[in-house]
């Protein structure tokens, strides 16, 4: 089971943290977005194992991903949010095979 939450409204330059939390603890966690319009875009990801966080281009300086293996949660830190922010995110597992959670909406107005 995988469940997102903390998507909300919020204002530009504002800030928003999303937790993605699961039963089984994966090898990989990948935070994808799709915004209205767009493609479906990775953003962040990281190893439960260890590690840094990965980042695209375009969250880079402004997110930070994080893991809490004990609350076996996954966190996105999301500073100076900007309107081409707003979209449907994503937490994306890997163990086996790849999970998708429902999504949780961000918008930034």
């Known amino acids: 089971q995988l469940v997102e939450s903390g998507g909300g409204s919020v204002q530009a330059g504002g800030s928003l943290r999303l937790s993605c939390s699961y039963t089984r603890r994966p090898n990989y966690v990948t935070w994808f977005r799709q915004g209205p319009g767009n493609g479906r875009e990775g953003v962040a990801g990281i190893y439960t194992g260890g590690g840094d966080g990965h980042y695209s281009d375009s969250v880079k300086g402004r997110f930070a991903i994080s893991r809490d293996n004990a609350k076996r949660t996954v966190y996105l830190q999301m500073r100076s949010l900007r309107t081409e922010d707003t979209a449907l995110y994503y937490c994306?597992?890997?163990?086996?095979?790849?999970?998708w959670g429902p999504g949780t909406q961000v918008t930034v107005s």
């Open positions: 994306v597992i890997l163990v086996a095979a790849s999970y």
